[in-house]
């Protein structure tokens, strides 16, 4: 899996990134992490406001942080369409 957060290194994206990193422990999952602050890159993504979150090239979240409940379901849907 691999995830991208989306965002100039704002608080908010930050804590996009944190949040997903417990997330992700808490779920034993293993993913590549890559925070992208340059905006010509986060712009090659459909969003309009950061943060953002990409999973496997498919932006799931934009604008916002989302509850630690629903990032749960998020990074769990896009596992299953992994398998």
Same mark, same amino acid.
């Given at each position: 899996?691999?995830?991208?957060? #989306?965002?100039?290194? *704002?608080?908010? *994206?930050?804590?996009?990134?944190?949040?997903?990193? @417990?997330? #992700?422990?808490?779920?034993?999952?293993?993913? %590549?992490?890559?925070?992208?602050?340059?905006?010509?890159?986060?712009?090659?993504? &459909?969003?309009? %406001?950061? &943060?953002? #979150? /990409?999973?496997? @090239?498919?932006? /799931? /979240?934009?604008?916002? /942080? &989302?509850?630690?409940?629903?990032?749960?379901?998020?990074?769990?849907?896009? #596992?299953?369409?992994?398998?």
């Amino acid at each position: 899996m691999i995830i991208k957060v #989306l965002g100039s290194g *704002c608080a908010r *994206c930050n804590q996009m990134e944190t949040l997903t990193r @417990e997330v #992700l422990k808490e779920m034993g999952v293993e993913a %590549s992490i890559e925070h992208v602050r340059e905006i010509k890159k986060i712009m090659e993504y &459909p969003i309009m %406001s950061t &943060p953002g #979150l /990409v999973i496997n @090239e498919q932006l /799931v /979240v934009s604008g916002k /942080v &989302p509850d630690k409940a629903k990032l749960n379901q998020i990074i769990a849907n896009a #596992l299953a369409k992994e398998k």
